[in-house]
């Protein structure tokens, strides 16, 4: 407190004796007391360090003595209370102040509508306007003031240097960030936290994030589904789909480390934790060239980057697992950031973990107990967990340095006996997913125009099985391992004020293995592939007025096959007056890591999708081209936006997509083409955010081999409709109501009257046409409800309930047939539905 007071008294002195140079009618408080006091007879209490240094303008000689008062607090830094008719006392404890500033952009004064400025360890603060101006009253006088906007340097600064006397507003003026993002076009899109950027990509901004139907934690991979052309079929974020792609067609990078796993729960919780993930940017087209992989979309996570300077941190749970996360400072220029989850479902079994595990396994060997059997017992133990670590030194200004790492882990453990004629048959089994990934970054500022960023990375995946019968004493065991180990170098120079240019080079070594042993029968098959990927880029970035477009190519290289791969890519944004612009995007991009979907090594039918290498025979590298045109209006926090597009990808396999149907084990390379059109509405308002969006698309297979070679692909979804409105009741009551609609997916039933077929010794589904029939339409509404409120000085917490699926829908999410055992000539439908009603409360505290 002592030392509080001591900075206070610092800048009270040199602020007051600059301004008392400066106007030589400015007198020294003293006098002006000691004048008030033989004018009023009253008496003055004060401590003499506190007013030895202040001076100020007399007030008016007319002004009676509560004026005269009201006068000296408003424009000086003291706090003058009356406590009789006689004595009144000055002091700098507990004042308060109103500060105000404009927030401009350092490249062009433009104005940053949207900033945060906030009261450090409070959750007071508030947002700049269209004019970049905030206000923020009661302000203690010692208090630290962030500003900070997305993609510029935050800056800090005492309440005493934001209080002007005069009503003069300071000009702050933030630098951008070299390594940030291009420019925010839209800062509050759908809800607090969601950010549109110039060159179309969506941002996630989990610091600042609202609330969405149904959540009731800012999941990073549930939350981008509310964008058009993103679904989930299976309401599963392990199988997101975007633009009629399937999810292994997503480059998912979390601090520029590739990640091959996604989920807890088997798909259904991201494994991501949203507290130290700072940021998540969505790009479905028009790609930067540093990227590759992933010809569908770009998922691009990454962690708080800057230096904290403060311990802070925060702890919370819900009815599926508990977390927490510190900021921890070492010293000025190193500090720690981790963050860990566990599952409480172990411990707790609540109706949430019920829901989520009977729709994770209602279509697996893992199951729980079957009516018409008796003597039959089963216990399962599911538990999932995961931790992230970062290291953050600054040498200085132009290097700083980052090392983190990730891990993501479930294990289902599953026990079943049946107990018959005084004889037990038994079986054991386990099932194991994990993720692991290292990485390193150096970013320098070589001068002011030139700048590079290093990035090196190992990631390492593995999902591991083993079903144990003891009756027969027979043991399988499969795995599916992934290592990949790679770095890139990006150089930046500024040519300009407004152009950009980036040149780079990664590589990547990809080694992928497949194995599965039987034990009695002996039988053991095992494959291995590996390979090298080099790829030199260069990119420029334009952005001026109304202008932006980005242009780059890279080149691939695969050392294996001694095939090169030319990759154009382009974005481009036109303003044609302030409330319409034109868009156009273009993109080629290579993936040479698939899924393949394995139905006779199903990993105990909870996970039958394993990563393969492409070969460049049966397995060919896949390629994408796509292209996209739209316009945009925005007016009044009123954005509309409609965009058409038209992808095409070749090069994937009939066991990567998972055919339910007489293709389900044929071998054939083919591709897929989607066309359609995305509609997005969004009206915001300072305490509410309206949106609906709208996608149609039609997404056809075509295999030449295959009759026919053209049908509808398994995630053809016609028409997807979806709704959302947030309000906030009071400032820290806010409501989420939403809902979405869409057309079912095919699948493909039996020739009716002639269900099966027989071949050899086996019976097969005899399928008709494929993908000629659809499901039901899925239809699903959703609720939220937050109330933030504070616990003690700078510690605050949140209460949030969540509810998905609210009328308890049952909708089929898939369908399938398998052969009567008690009818060989019948099949049997089995559909596999949605989840049902289900609840979730979340509590966290923040400090």
């Not at 002592?2 to 007051?16: E, F, G, P, Q, T």
């Not at 940053?112 to 306007?129: D, E, R, W, Y």
């Not at 796509?626 to 209006?633: I, R, Y």
Request: hydrophobic share 35%; with cysteine; aromatic share 12%.
């Amino acid at each position: 407190m002592k030392n509080s007071r001591c900075i206070v008294y610092m800048v009270l002195w040199a602020a007051n004796v600059c301004f008392s140079q400066n106007n030589p009618n400015k007198k020294p408080l003293a006098e002006i007391i000691a004048a008030a006091e033989q004018k009023f007879d009253v008496k003055f209490s004060y401590a003499y360090d506190d007013v030895s240094s202040v001076f100020v303008e007399e007030p008016d000689v007319s002004f009676n003595l509560q004026q005269t008062l009201n006068y000296l607090n408003a424009n000086i830094l003291l706090n003058f209370k009356t406590l009789d008719n006689r004595y009144i006392t000055v002091s700098v404890i507990e004042k308060t102040i109103s500060i105000c500033g404009f927030v401009l952009a350092s490249e062009n004064k433009e104005a940053l509508f949207g900033a945060s400025v906030t009261i450090n360890n409070t959750n007071k603060g508030v947002i700049a306007n269209e004019n970049g101006k905030f206000q923020l009253d009661e302000v203690p006088l010692n208090a630290i003031i962030t500003v900070s906007y997305l993609g510029f340097k935050s800056q800090q600064w005492q309440a005493q240097q934001l209080f002007s006397e005069n009503k003069n507003c300071k000009q702050i003026v933030l630098i951008e960030n070299k390594e940030a993002l291009n420019q925010v076009l839209i800062t509050k899109f759908l809800t607090t936290g969601f950010q549109k950027l110039l060159d179309r990509s969506t941002v996630l901004n989990t610091k600042a994030f609202g609330i969405l139907p149904g959540l009731t934690d800012p999941d990073i991979l549930q939350s981008i589904q509310v964008l058009p052309g993103v679904e989930s079929t299976n309401e599963s974020i392990a199988n997101i789909n975007v633009r009629g792609g399937t999810n292994d067609q997503n480059l998912m990078l979390w601090d520029g480390i590739k990640m091959y796993h996604s989920g807890h729960f088997f798909g259904l919780i991201s494994a991501y934790n949203p507290n130290l993930t700072n940021k998540v940017i969505v790009t479905k087209n028009g790609t930067s060239s540093e990227f590759s992989d992933g010809v569908s979309s770009t998922v691009n996570m990454f962690t708080k980057n800057e230096l904290i300077g403060k311990f802070s941190g925060g702890a919370g749970a819900n009815l599926i697992s508990a977390d927490a996360f510190f900021e921890i400072p070492i010293s000025k220029k190193l500090e720690l950031h981790i963050s860990g989850r566990r599952s409480i479902t172990d411990v707790f079994n609540t109706p949430t973990y019920t829901n989520y595990f009977d729709r994770s396994f209602q279509d697996s060997d893992i199951k729980t107990n079957d009516d018409n059997i008796e003597n039959q017992t089963t216990t399962s133990d599911f538990v999932f967990y995961d931790y992230t670590a970062k290291l953050l030194f600054d040498l200085n200004e132009q290097h700083k340095f980052r090392a983190n790492v990730i891990g993501i882990d479930n294990n289902l453990d599953y026990y079943e006996s049946i107990t018959n004629n005084n004889e037990t048959a038994s079986k054991s089994s386990n099932l194991a997913q994990k993720n692991l990934g290292f990485g390193g970054q150096w970013m320098a500022d070589w001068n002011s125009k030139l700048s590079s960023h290093f990035t090196a990375y190992y990631s390492k995946y593995n999902v591991d099985a083993n079903d144990y019968r003891m009756e027969s004493d027979q043991l399988l065991t499969q795995t599916n391992e992934v290592l990949e180990t790679g770095f890139k170098l990006n150089t930046y120079y500024n040519l300009t004020d407004f152009l950009t240019l980036l040149n780079g080079y990664q590589f990547n070594e990809t080694g992928i293995l497949n194995e599965t042993t039987v034990t009695r029968p002996s039988y053991d098959k095992t494959k291995k592939d590996v390979l090298l990927n080099h790829a030199l880029y260069t990119q420029a970035e334009y952005k001026k007025g109304g202008t932006f477009f980005r242009v780059g190519v890279r080149a691939n290289y695969f050392q294996k096959f001694e095939k090169v791969l030319v990759e154009p890519r382009l974005n481009v944004r036109q303003k044609l007056s302030n409330q319409f612009a034109i868009k156009l995007e273009g993109e080629f991009k290579n993936q040479s890591a698939t899924q393949i979907v394995d139905f006779q090594d199903d990993f105990l039918g909870v996970e039958n999708r394993r990563w393969i290498l492409a070969n460049e025979k049966t397995i060919p590298i896949s390629e994408s081209k796509q292209a996209s045109f739209g316009w945009e209006f925005n007016q009044n926090n009123l954005n509309v936006d409609v965009t058409g597009f038209y992808k095409t990808v070749e090069g994937i396999t009939a066991s990567n997509q998972g055919f339910y149907n007489n293709f389900q084990y044929m071998n054939a390379i083919g591709d897929y083409t989607v066309k359609g059109l995305e509609f997005l509405a969004n009206k915001t308002g300072n305490d509410y955010s309206a949106w609906a969006s709208y996608t149609y698309s039609v997404n056809n297979y075509k295999f030449e081999t295959f009759i026919p070679s053209v049908f509808p692909n398994n995630v053809d979804i016609r028409h997807s409709i979806s709704i959302g409105f947030n309000y906030d009741i009071l400032e820290n009551l806010k409501i989420s109501v939403g809902g979405m609609w869409r057309s079912g997916q095919p699948y493909t039933s039996p020739v009716e009257g002639n269900e099966t077929v027989q071949s050899g010794n086996s019976t097969f589904v005899n399928y008709d046409a494929p993908n000629s029939e659809n499901l039901d339409e899925f239809k699903r509404l959703d609720a939220s409800l937050s109330y933030k409120f504070n616990m003690y000085q700078s510690t605050y917490a949140s209460l949030k309930v969540g509810v998905l699926n609210i009328m308890n829908t049952k909708n089929i999410i898939n369908r399938y047939y398998k052969v009567n055992p008690n009818d060989s000539n019948t099949t049997i439908q089995i559909n596999n539905a949605s989840l049902r009603l289900t609840p979730n409360v979340s509590f966290r505290v923040y400090f």
